[in-house]
């Protein structure tokens, strides 16, 4: 197996049917032996759409090949009514320097607030996880970006738990840090509570070392993903329920942490942790997550003046999040049929709406709205290095507000089932409707 990052452009077409079109084209272009693991739109004109991908390529016969080659991408399951309890999707993109949520765990105080006005908020880990810090709401859900992906796909649904047993892999370019890493599980057995007793070494390093796509987002490569998968392999086989892992970042310059600790550029070290857990998340629709190794120690200048970094300077492997995320994630559950699904699963069907910055709407879950008329709420103040809105796009019935506290009014609105025109001034008047010549039928 080997890891890519690709450009590719289709032709653009706006509506419901664009996440289709777009799936049909990078089959077209990447071709049968590579699965996409990841993609956003990331410039459109009224002719074309520019995409930057992240695929898997294998052979087949090979380990992981037939998971690989399941393409849900492009047999999504529509919505087809709005189900109790009532949730919100809530996205933070990672690796493109969201104001919120492209630090540390910065996006946490927005996710909770959006958690009181719904039953549930699904969400990734990119927004809640800081170091040692994850102070998520009960009635927030920690699903890896890839599952999400799925979920909005109606391919999976998510059965809350009170538990989960942990796994821990470790890449062993990491191996000084082993004692730490055992710290913080014997930490979390001994106060939170949490079952993590399951740790491995990989059998070869991780290789995880960070690019920069064409975009100026954050991107990057995995060396060794067998060696991931094969590690998560032995974990699961060993009974545990989810799995988290820690890994060294390479490529990572003093610079580039400079730059973004004044918010020039985004995470450097972000998107190639997504590509990590989107891979696993394929291959074996189990809730995971990851965190970086202190690849920063000789080139991040421990300031003081950014407070949304501040969570990273308090913790040696930055794990603890990931368990408390993991101790209690939804399980994944394969659905057969979107209509009727397993008891106490939370399908699509639940979501009355999706949260996004305004300026990245190019990802699947935007798209994921659109196909389905899901209501997607766009955040103006949570900015981005992208130019992705609902106007470029040419989306429509796109909630278009200036921060997450106004984002919360909507939510409210939308689960009370008030219409928003009816909050809004001027209010439109009513109008007769144009009237519809009605076919002819012929009599029997």
Not at 211 to 239: C, N, T, Y
Not at 279 to 298: D, G, M, N, T, W
Not at 308 to 320: K, L, V
Request: overall charge negative; hydrophobic content about 45%; aromatic content about 4%.
């Amino acid at each position: 197996m080997r890891i890519a990052n690709l450009t590719v452009e289709l032709e653009a077409r706006a509506g419901p049917n664009r996440l289709r079109d777009v799936a049909l084209g990078l089959r077209r272009q990447i071709g049968a032996r590579a699965c996409p693991i990841r993609f956003s739109i990331v410039d459109a004109s009224h002719s074309t759409m520019r995409l930057e991908v992240t695929v898997a390529r294998f052979v087949p016969g090979e380990r992981y090949a037939t998971e690989l080659g399941d393409a849900e991408l492009e047999d999504p399951r529509r919505k087809t009514y709005q189900a109790t309890p009532f949730a919100v999707a809530q996205i933070v993109p990672t690796g493109i320097r969201c104001e919120l949520g492209g630090y540390a765990g910065d996006a946490t105080p927005v996710t909770n607030l959006l958690a009181r006005a719904a039953d549930f908020v699904v969400t990734h880990p990119n927004a809640v996880n800081a170091s040692d810090i994850n102070e998520l709401a009960p009635n927030v859900l920690y699903v890896e970006g890839h599952s999400l992906d799925s979920f909005l796909l109606g391919r999976l649904g998510l059965r809350p738990t009170a538990g989960n047993r942990i796994g821990t892999f470790v890449d062993p370019t990491g191996a000084d840090y082993l004692d730490d890493v055992v710290h913080v599980l014997n930490a979390a057995k001994a106060v939170a509570g949490i079952s993590c007793d399951a740790l491995v070494m990989l059998d070869a390093p991780v290789g995880a070392r960070i690019e920069w796509a064409r975009s100026g987002s954050a991107s990057g490569i995995l060396e060794s993903p067998d060696a991931v998968l094969d590690g998560v392999s032995r974990l699961l086989d060993a009974g545990c329920e989810a799995v988290g892992g820690v890994s060294v970042i390479h490529g990572v310059s003093r610079e580039m942490c400079e730059r973004h600790m004044r918010g020039e550029i985004p995470n450097p070290s972000g998107v190639i942790e997504a590509i990590l857990t989107h891979l696993i998340s394929k291959v074996f629709r189990v809730p995971c997550a990851h965190a970086p190794l202190p690849y920063y120690q000789e080139v991040k200048d421990r300031s003081t003046t950014n407070p949304r970094a501040s969570a990273e300077f308090i913790s040696t492997p930055h794990y603890f999040s990931v368990l408390k995320g993991l101790a209690r994630a939804p399980r994944l559950v394969a659905l057969d049929d979107l209509d009727r699904p397993p008891a106490e699963c939370l399908t699509v069907n639940s979501i009355g709406a999706i949260v996004a910055p305004a300026t990245a709407l190019g990802g699947l879950p935007a798209l994921a709205a659109e196909l389905h008329g899901i209501p997607l709420i766009a955040v103006r103040e949570n900015a981005t290095i992208l130019s992705m809105t609902a106007e470029r796009l040419g989306m429509r019935d796109v909630v278009e507000v200036g921060s997450y506290l106004e984002a919360a009014g909507v939510v409210l609105a939308l689960r009370s089932g008030l219409s928003l025109e009816s909050l809004r001034r001027p209010i439109v008047r009513t109008e007769l409707m144009d009237a519809i010549p009605l076919k002819k039928t012929s009599s029997r």
